[in-house]
């Protein structure tokens, strides 16, 4: 089984900083790995695929790197809206699973 | 457009089985080839991957819960199922179902329903 561990726990940024958020995994998951969004009250939203694959209507200023066990979500210039909470999961193989989540507060 | 929607019962009693439907419009389980899922959040943590059923029924689940879950899917309504017995409060949780974006694998989820929340107790 894979684990995800995500960095840090919470991350307190001012509006138009710059956001980055760590996923490591425990063992390699080639680029198989996602990222997701998540308000309150609302189901995950997925941001990125396949570690650096924007999904359908996500904003440029959303972007993913890294491969084997190390990756990274990075936002560069957060916007209100952007204040929430992100996970990574990974479809390497199954089963499959989530990493614990960051949340990006504001400052 | 793709619509994923949860129903079943909102409070289950402790040791019982919790049974939730997934009822999917905007497009047909049996003629795509993707592999569909439940994800559960219990309240204030972090999301859970339950497991995921293919049209044929081939499923695969958490190991944590392999025990004590089942998975199916029912082409003939366009739903598929989740089953969960000897519930306690742990299970406590909103229930997602999800559609990942990639057929044939197991995939990235970019479709979800809006999920449906269960609470054990007596």
């Known amino acids: 089984e894979v684990v995800l561990t995500q960095s840090p726990a919470t991350l307190s940024l001012s509006p138009g900083e710059r956001a980055t958020l760590s996923c490591r995994a425990s063992q390699s998951v080639s680029s198989y790995l996602a990222w997701y969004q998540q308000k309150p009250g609302q189901a995950p939203r997925l941001l990125i695929y396949d570690a650096s694959n924007r999904a359908t209507g996500i904003a440029a200023r959303f972007s993913g790197s890294g491969s084997g066990t190390d990756f990274t979500l990075t936002i560069s210039s957060l916007e209100p809206e952007d204040f929430a909470v992100y996970y990574c999961?990974?479809?390497?193989?199954?089963?499959?699973?989530f990493g614990g989540g960051t949340k990006v507060e504001i400052k | 457009q793709l619509q994923l929607q949860e129903s079943g019962p909102g409070l289950v009693r402790p040791s019982e089985t919790l049974s939730l439907t997934c009822t999917v419009s905007?497009?047909?389980?049996?003629?795509?080839?993707?592999?569909w899922a439940w994800v559960r959040q219990s309240p204030g943590k972090g999301l859970e991957w339950i497991g995921s059923?293919?049209?044929?029924?081939?499923?695969y689940y958490n190991p944590s819960l392999k025990s004590r879950v089942t998975i199916s899917v029912d082409t003939s309504k366009n739903q598929f199922s989740l089953k969960l017995n000897s519930v306690t409060a742990a299970d406590t949780a909103m229930y997602y179902c999800?559609?990942?974006?990639?057929?044939?694998?197991?995939?990235?989820?970019?479709?979800w329903g809006q999920g449906t929340l269960v609470t054990v107790s007596s």
């Open positions: 999961q990974h479809r390497s193989n199954w089963p499959l699973s």
């Open positions: 059923v293919y049209y044929s029924g081939t499923a």
């Open positions: 905007g497009d047909s389980i049996s003629r795509s080839r993707y592999y």
């Open positions: 999800a559609r990942p974006s990639q057929q044939l694998v197991a995939g990235a989820f970019d479709c």
